[in-house]
Nanobody, 114 residues
Framework: QVLLVESGGGLVQAGGSLRLSCAAS????????MGWYRQAPGKQRELVATITSGGNTNYADSVKDRFTISRDNAKNTVYLQMNSLKHEDTAVYYC????????WGQGTQVTVAS
């Protein structure tokens, strides 16, 4: 069983930055593809960014050139650096790990004040 715990969310002004972290335990972290997803009120959960076990990354068009996903396998942690935040980035952000089965964290709230 893999446990994922997100942290780093909070309230920030538009144009500001936040870094989210997702700490993993209970599995071989380096072999997992990891991703960040978000869900705004009244909307479906959507992909933000993913990173494979080999380090290949993929981003939603809405966050390209503003967000960066990275991983530190020595720390069993995946990060999401979010710059130039916009009000529409407000959502609960979830971490997901995939290796055959999928595992989700509990989410962390990001609120961007306009």
């Amino acid at each position: 069983q893999v446990l994922l715990v997100e942290s780093g969310g909070g309230l920030v002004q538009a144009g500001g930055s936040l870094r989210l972290s997702c700490a993993a335990s209970g599995g071989t972290f380096s072999s997992y593809s990891m991703g960040w997803y978000r869900q705004a009120p009244g909307k479906q959960r959507e992909l933000v960014a993913t990173i494979t076990s080999g380090g290949n990354t993929n981003y939603a068009d809405s966050v390209k050139d503003r967000f960066t996903i990275s991983r530190d396998n020595a720390k069993n942690t995946v990060y999401l650096q979010m710059n130039s935040l916009k009000h529409e980035d407000t959502a609960v952000y979830y971490c997901k790990g995939v290796r055959g089965s999928s595992y989700w964290g509990q989410g962390t709230q990001v609120t961007v004040a306009s």
